[in-house]
T-cell receptor, first 113, second 111 residues
Framework: DSGVTQTPKHLITATGQRVTLRCSPRSGDLSVYWYQQSLDQGLQFLIQYYNGEERAKGNILERFSAQQFPDLHSELNLSSLELGDSALYFC????????????FGNGTRLTVT | QKEVEQDPGPLSVPEGAIVSLNCTYSNSAFQYFMWYRQYSRKGPELLMYTYSSGNKEDGRFTAQVDKSSKYISLFIRDSQPSDSATYLCAMSGAAGNKLTFGGGTRVLVKP
């Protein structure tokens, strides 16, 4: 068990809808990362937060947004969902803002129908 | 061309054999190198974390980094059926902690 908790485990929703994915980092970790894993693209970095502030952005669509709250949990909001957004969404956390090992949760499987 | 290339496999070996995995990369700025193991329906689990060139050993696992060749390897000794999983290499540069992943190699260890 990595200590990173993600909810829900599964989400099934329709195109055009909006969903929120939640992540609680390991105790003591200040940095949270979101990754998307699809069959054709592999694991792709979306966004990083450190102690409540955005630190790095990857290939995150404008329809997607995230935030990290004062208690350090994070939420990833996905709106105007399309079929192609169906994927596994992983949250990871690390102790530091910079170079330190990332520990991943078990993901949220999103299915858009 | 992807920044990190990894043979998707599957790589099938008998129990007790050495599993040899590798990744090549094109970005010379990468300095931190990791190997993750991912079981079906689970998140990636960190196996090895190394900096720059050289070897690192941890139990049955050995990681090697050759920055001059832009090539990293992971060896698993005395492989077990429980080692059957997808193995992902990942790397990051000097600035920040954003990881770039390989596509993963699926490994099957047969009893």
């Amino acid at each position: 068990d990595s200590g990173v908790t993600q909810t829900p485990k599964h989400l099934i929703t329709a195109t055009g809808q909006r969903v929120t994915l939640r992540c609680s980092p390991r105790s003591g970790d200040l940095s949270v990362y979101w990754y998307q894993q699809s069959l054709d693209q592999g694991l792709q970095f979306l966004i990083q937060y450190y102690n409540g502030e955005e630190r790095a952005k990857g290939n995150i669509l404008e329809r997607f947004s995230a935030q990290q709250f004062p208690d350090l949990h994070s939420e990833l909001n996905l709106s105007s969902l399309e079929l192609g957004d169906s994927a596994l969404y992983f949250c990871a956390s690390s102790a530091l803002e910079g170079h330190s090992p990332l520990h991943f949760g078990n993901g949220t499987r999103l299915t858009v129908t | 061309q992807k920044e990190v290339e990894q043979d998707p496999g599957p790589l099938s070996v008998p129990e007790g054999a050495i599993v040899s995995l590798n990744c090549t990369y094109s970005n010379s700025a990468f300095q931190y190198f990791m190997w993750y193991r991912q079981y079906s329906r689970k998140g990636p689990e960190l196996l090895m974390y190394t900096y720059s060139s050289g070897n690192k050993e941890d139990g049955r696992f050995t990681a090697q980094v050759d920055k001059s060749s832009k090539y990293i390897s992971l060896f698993i000794r005395d492989s077990q059926p429980s080692d059957s999983a997808t193995y992902l290499c990942a790397m990051s540069g000097a600035a920040g902690n954003k990881l770039t992943f390989g596509g993963g190699t699926r490994v099957l260890v047969k009893p």
